[in-house]
């Protein structure tokens, strides 16, 4: 029997987590000499002020998105994916292959192929250690941090020894012709007279991320494999019995988890960078973490926890331009919000269902009274 | 490849594997009683600034040592307070507690000093200097055994001759006395052990500060003996081979001797291709030698070369029946 209900477990358990992670980074600006208000007010006015902040804080949710459903998925069979990094490396690299080597006569030929191309790259990394995971026995987390270092030595050697143009001492790939740039915000938007900002990097891919969040709620809640995902993480024994082969859900949902993951790379390296870099993903792998963690994996939960990263990410970064803040306030408030949402859960849960249970005991009382 | 360069070779593969071994036998401290700690890297990482913070603001290197330390306990503290208190997800603390040094470190440092998130350079006794041991000038002439020892045996910082000792050391509290039979028990078999009338909790927070101690002087030899003094990032992903070593090493102690010792030489001869080349007659790419603990991990792991079989218990946090 479930003793909080709904609302509680899906809006107040997060709140409460997110509100306990907000007071103690308050306290971290406070302790360094800094005024944690202003330095909200000015976060706040940096990243949703104007559309030029809308559209970073929109084009770092859209790495979000992807890869915090790419957490999700995996979170949903009861797998740890922590190699959303190394996937989402991978995708860049197939996305730069699919940009550099193929002529596309328009971008919208060019992101189905470069996404197609991005998706399978992803995917092959995720699905080795899933291979190995559910063949094996090797333990999916330690095989997906190692993957993450692996895709790391692997993309380095690629670019500095076969993708670098001649001559170029930069460990990076040549700019894609412009036949494959994605419009930006600012191009979708102006013909319905909407004003945006032209610098900003947000593009066509948040519309992608959108619809990879309906189409994932879509696939765990309304189709036979995510009803299989779901009973294989909640008892596998259950799955079992109901006929539900491990092996193959484990491969299936990180198979998607990771072709999720290496998405991300249409958004930062087709639609910002415009050619691959060394470090393109700025943990964006990891902060999907956090993301999954805190939408509590559901797409939805997804969607708005990584447009809240969106603006942490643009408001840390107008603080480290205009205040003495470092940008790495972002990385601790990302550590507590994965800690107080992933690993004290409990803490916040525990005093919560005693509670409602106290509550639910007195009306019960006053009930069995009044007959 | 002469001798001499093969002993320079292994001195600084024993600099290199010093951190790891340190690192590696304290996740096998805590992995034995039944705690993952994917939270090496952010303890090293706290510990290596605050050793080097209150080194150079003191002076001395041995406060600045335990200052490390108790960061690094703090740290350990809340992984233990989440996983085994509140019995969260002992993974996803370590994920937390790994971003929260990384961020913290920058921050404090920023604040502290000033000076784009690192510390000053330390210098004179706010650092480990290598210590040359007795007789080392005297045997240094001496043909092939001269070298040997002053070169690879002398001369290194306390620090190193202390993870050493940490080595044979933990051997025999695990395998010789009661508390390391109780630390194994607790990490295969919770339930046995609380038959037994002794603490499951206890134990596991036992295993959880040893690991924090052995994590912070690994932090501290970073920043202090390695280099002299902290920059942003500078565990640069030790911890993680350090969990590859002890899963290597099968979470037994000898074993991750020479686990660490191997990942230190990966290490040392990234720094060295010409050694390499001259070896064995062809180029090596840097890239693939620094992947190549991660590589060997995975292959491990996989039971393709002997079976790594984890502590039975790890990861689960313990219920007790009521």
């Given amino acids: ?371 | 490849m002469d001798y001499l360069t093969l002993i320079q070779l292994l001195d600084s593969t024993l600099r290199l594997a010093t951190p790891l071994l340190l690192a590696c036998l304290a996740g096998l401290f805590s992995e034995r009683a039944g705690i993952f700690d994917i939270g090496l890297e952010g303890k090293m990482l706290a510990a290596a600034f605050f050793s080097a913070a209150v080194a150079s603001l003191t002076g001395n290197v041995w406060v600045g040592l335990l200052a490390g330390i108790g960061a690094s306990l703090a740290l350990s503290a809340l992984h233990g307070v989440a996983s085994i208190t509140f019995r969260g997800n002992q993974l996803i603390s370590g994920v937390a507690i790994n971003f929260l040094a990384a961020g913290m470190t920058v921050l404090i440092a920023q604040s502290w000093f000033k000076q784009g998130g690192r510390t000053p350079s330390l210098m004179g006794g706010a650092r480990f200097e290598g210590i040359t041991l007795p007789g080392a000038e005297a045997l240094a002439d001496v043909p092939f055994i001269g070298p040997l020892y002053a070169e690879l045996i002398s001369g290194h910082s306390i620090l190193v001759y202390m993870a050493l000792a940490a080595v044979p050391l933990t051997w025999w509290l695990l395998y010789r006395t009661r508390f390391g039979l109780r630390l194994r028990a607790v990490g295969e078999n919770p339930a046995s052990v609380d038959t037994a009338g002794v603490s499951v909790v206890g134990l596991r927070y036992a295993a959880v500060a040893i690991c924090g101690v052995l994590c912070g002087i690994a932090g501290a030899y970073l920043s202090t003996a390695l280099q002299a003094g902290f920059v942003k990032d500078m565990s640069a992903g030790r911890g993680f081979i350090a969990l590859a070593a002890l899963i290597f090493a099968k979470w037994r102690p000898w074993y991750a001797l020479w686990a660490t010792l191997l990942f230190g030489l990966f290490g040392a001869l990234e720094t060295r291709p010409d050694v390499i080349e001259s070896v064995i007659g062809m180029k090596v790419q840097s890239q693939f030698l620094g992947a190549l603990p991660y590589i060997m991990t995975v292959v491990i792991l996989a039971g393709f070369v002997g079976k790594a079989i984890p502590p039975r218990a790890g990861g689960e946090p313990y219920v007790k029946e009521r």
């Fill in chain 1, 1 to 371: 029997m479930d003793v909080m209900p709904k609302w509680a477990e899906v809006v107040l358990v997060p709140l409460i987590s997110l509100l306990l992670a907000g007071i103690i980074s308050a306290l971290v600006v406070l302790a360094i000499g800094e005024d944690p208000v202003a330095a909200a007010k000015l976060m706040v006015s940096g990243a949703l002020g104007s559309t030029y902040g809308w559209g970073y804080t929109l084009y770092y949710a859209t790495n979000f998105m992807f890869t915090g459903l790419a957490v999700a998925i995996a979170f949903h069979a009861r797998l740890f994916n922590i190699g959303g990094e190394g996937q989402a490396m991978l995708g860049g690299l197939g996305v730069a292959l699919a940009c550099l080597y193929i002529p596309w006569p328009h971008w919208s030929l060019a992101l189905v192929g470069a996404a197609v191309m991005a998706g399978l790259f992803g995917a092959i990394w995720a699905a080795i250690p899933a291979w190995l995971q559910a063949k094996r026995g090797s333990h999916i987390v330690i095989t997906t941090i190692m993957f993450n270092f692996i895709a790391a030595a692997l993309l380095n050697y690629t670019l500095v020894n076969m993708l670098r143009p001649k001559g170029s001492m930069d460990p990076a790939t040549a700019r894609f012709s412009e036949a494959t740039n994605l419009p930006t915000l600012h191009d979708l938007l102006s013909p319905l007279g909407i004003a945006f900002s032209k610098a900003a990097p947000a593009n066509i891919s948040l519309l992608v991320a959108i619809a990879a969040c309906f189409g994932l709620w879509l696939l765990i809640w309304r189709t036979r494999l995510g009803y299989e995902i779901r009973a294989y993480g909640y008892s596998e024994s259950a799955a079992k019995y109901a006929g539900i082969s491990p092996v193959k859900i484990t491969m299936v949902a990180m198979i998607i988890s990771g072709a999720l993951a290496g998405l991300m790379a249409i958004n930062n390296v087709m639609g910002e960078a415009e050619r691959l870099v060394l470090n393109s993903t700025e943990g964006a792998g990891f902060i999907g973490i956090a993301v999954a963690l805190m939408g509590r994996s559901h797409p939805l939960g997804v969607f708005i926890a990584a447009i809240l990263f969106g603006f942490l990410y643009q408001g840390g970064a107008e603080l480290a331009l205009w205040t003495s803040i470092p940008r790495e306030l972002i990385v601790v408030i990302q550590a507590l919000v994965i800690l107080f949402t992933g690993a004290l859960d409990n803490m916040v849960r525990m005093p919560l269902e005693k509670l409602f249970l106290a509550r639910r005991r007195a009306r019960v009382a006053k009930e069995g009274a009044a007959n």
